[in-house]
């Protein structure tokens, strides 16, 4: 069963804010867990908002500290980041998430 | 094969590899074959600050009021911390200066180890803090069993590189017999390879090394204790998340072979020494935070959860050079430790000016610039 982990607001809601704004909401999958994010902000604190650790350090994009693995799905950065971005990886801090996502931590 | 100051030769420095190719001449920054090192510059730069302008008067008494163990896992710490980065403060430079490149790498290294020079001097401004007699502590790093175990370990890779360098430098290539040391065999691949396994060296000592320190020291602050130390701490794990970006931006630009084809080659025969390295140094932390811990613990700390947290980055570590993840553990065991690494100024983004949209494996470039006016981290 695929849960849909949401705070305060519901998808619905999310979706008609982010329509009205002519913003996208994606969905990220993580293990059997599906979470709602927008572009507005990087991928690292909105996984945090839904309640999921993610390791960090210079929230900068400059340490890799929040690397993990991008399994299939589009991100973009926008400023380049100085920590080296492994193929297959995204950097949570400041990746936007352009499509639905399929991400996942150490194996 | 001698080092010159000032190559006379002409050539395009754009087209040499990193290490190993013609000796710098012009120290010339328009123009770079990997513009990362020139950004790793810029921030170093943005970052520097010095240790006096903390303010250590409520160390210096909250040290007094430390149980004896705990101002045993204090100084032990600050003694570890002294030698690894008396050893970051000139290695980089007696090691690399003489076989680099690259101007922006060149700078880099050398921007990269004079910050280190100022972790050394914030030891000195903390332990004056803190003790009457710094010379006891400062003695205590060449004698003590425990810091000079490490010390052969960050060191044994830099030496072993100087000493084939400046075999390198005065007699070219051929196999060496040295008085003491037995014959040393000089050839490209054999100076590739003793360079790789340093910069793996370095990148673990950036990586791992100071980790159990930095959670001690974390650890005394949750507790209100010793905050001026975990600022000035909070200052130098910044400069080493950077300094440890920049030994993986080395290795995987050598293992890439973007760089120089024939160290591709190396990084791959290379490859189970480097886990070994990790591995090795992984251990080496666990032990420590065992020694650490001998007398007796500290609340919310104790040698087993440090064990955990060494093994859980060097696992975050390791994946980050593209190698597999040894350890079983997969969870920060202290995760609220990212709270206090995390820098102060993270709204302050300096690049912020000339942001480009940067493209990564598959991504979508059809936005444009005013999709992110409101942007910030
Ligand atoms: S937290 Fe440092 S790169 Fe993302
Ligand atoms: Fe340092
Ligand atoms: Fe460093």
């Not at chain 2, 020139?38 to 943005?46: A, C, G, N, R």
């Not at chain 2, 070219?172 to 014959?183: A, L, S, W």
Request: proline share 3%; glycine share 4%.
């Amino acid at each position: 069963m695929t849960q849909i982990l949401m705070t305060s607001t519901s998808k619905k809601e999310i979706s008609e804010k982010q329509e009205r704004k002519g913003q996208a909401v994606h969905r990220v999958l993580l293990g059997k867990k599906q979470i709602l994010v927008t572009e507005e902000e990087p991928l690292l604190i909105q996984l945090e908002r839904a309640g999921i650790h993610v390791e960090y350090q210079c929230r900068e994009g400059y340490c890799s500290s929040c690397s993990i693995k991008l399994l299939w799905g589009n991100v973009i950065y926008p400023f380049e980041p100085l920590a080296w971005v492994q193929s297959g990886y995204l950097l949570a801090c400041c990746a936007i998430v352009k499509s639905d996502i399929e991400i996942a931590f150490f194996d | 094969m001698s080092y010159s100051t000032f190559n006379r030769k002409h050539f395009d420095s754009t087209k040499e590899p990193m290490f190993f190719g013609e000796n710098v001449n012009v120290a010339r920054y328009d123009q770079q074959k990997h513009p990362i090192f020139e950004k790793l510059i810029e921030k170093q730069l943005s970052f520097f600050w010095r240790p006096e302008e903390v303010d250590l008067s409520t160390d210096r008494k909250d040290f007094q009021r430390l149980e004896a163990h705990e101002q045993h896992i204090f100084l032990s710490n600050l003694k570890y911390q002294t030698l690894l980065d008396s050893v970051q403060g000139r290695s980089p430079n007696v090691a690399l200066l003489p076989i680099v490149s690259l101007p922006e790498l060149e700078t880099w290294i050398e921007t990269w180890s004079f910050s280190e020079t100022i972790h050394s001097r914030s030891y000195t401004h903390i332990i004056r803090n803190i003790v009457n007699d710094p010379t006891k502590i400062f003695d205590d790093i060449v004698t003590n069993e425990e810091i000079t175990k490490r010390a052969d370990s960050v060191s044994i890779y830099y030496d072993r590189l100087i000493e084939m360098v400046n075999l390198y430098n005065t007699m070219g290539m051929g196999t060496f017999d040295i008085p003491g040391r037995g014959e040393i065999e000089i050839s490209m691949p054999k100076l590739k390879k003793a360079l790789y396994l340093t910069i793996a060296s370095v990148n673990v000592l950036e990586a791992i090394r100071f980790y159990v320190s930095f959670a001690c020291s974390f650890g005394f602050a949750e507790r209100t204790l010793m905050e001026g130390n975990a600022k000035i701490i909070k200052l130098i794990a910044r400069d080493e998340a950077l300094h440890l970006t920049g030994t993986q931006h080395m290795l995987n630009l050598m293992a890439s072979g973007k760089d120089d084809p024939e160290m591709a080659i190396i990084a791959a025969e290379c490859q189970d020494e480097v886990r070994q390295i990790f591995i090795e140094a992984a251990e080496q932390e666990k032990e420590w935070a065992t020694y650490l811990f001998k007398d007796g613990s500290m609340i919310g700390l104790n040698a087993q959860i440090l064990g955990q947290y060494v093994e859980y980055i060097t696992n975050v570590r390791m994946q980050a050079v593209g190698l597999e993840t040894h350890f079983a553990t997969k969870n920060n065991p202290i995760p609220w430790i990212n709270a206090w690494l995390v820098s102060d100024n993270v709204q302050v983004a300096p690049q912020e000016a000339e942001i480009s949209s940067y493209l990564v494996g598959q991504t979508d470039n059809s936005l444009d610039d005013s999709d992110f006016d409101d942007f910030d981290l």
